[in-house]
């Protein structure tokens, strides 16, 4: 399974950004989706993370500010991050699992947000 993310970049706290992820490649049905970050210094944690059924989970630092949506057709998903703040700073990854396997990563992208 290959994942091509995009999006990222530089942008003001309080501003917004899209995140995108495609995944190819499975032979099997996409079940979970989803984005981790991981600042410098710190562990990779949890953004959000989406079903093939539509239920999502979110982290509880983005609560609120980031939307996470699926193409389940498309093997699409994207996170609209709304408010940022300088604390989101990190690497964007994101992640995908099928019913064999958890989890194939992307090659994740750079968000900065600045004071």
């Known amino acids: 399974v290959q994942l091509q993310a995009s999006g990222g970049g530089l942008v003001q706290a309080g501003g917004s950004l899209r995140l995108s992820c495609a995944a190819s490649?499975?032979?099997?049905?996409?079940?979970?989706m989803g984005w981790y970050r991981q600042a410098p210094g710190k562990q990779r944690e949890l953004v959000a993370t989406?079903?093939?059924?539509?239920?999502?989970n979110y982290g509880d630092s983005v609560k609120g500010r980031f939307t996470i949506a699926r193409d389940n057709a498309q093997n699409t998903a994207s996170l609209q991050m709304n408010s940022l703040k300088p604390e989101d700073t990190a690497v964007y990854y994101c992640?995908?699992?099928?019913?064999?396997?958890?989890?194939?990563w992307g090659q994740g992208t750079q968000v900065t947000v600045s004071s």
């Open positions: 992640a995908v699992s099928i019913p064999t396997y958890c989890c194939y």
């Open positions: 490649g499975s032979r099997f049905n996409i079940n979970g």
């Open positions: 989406i079903t093939s059924g539509g239920t999502t």
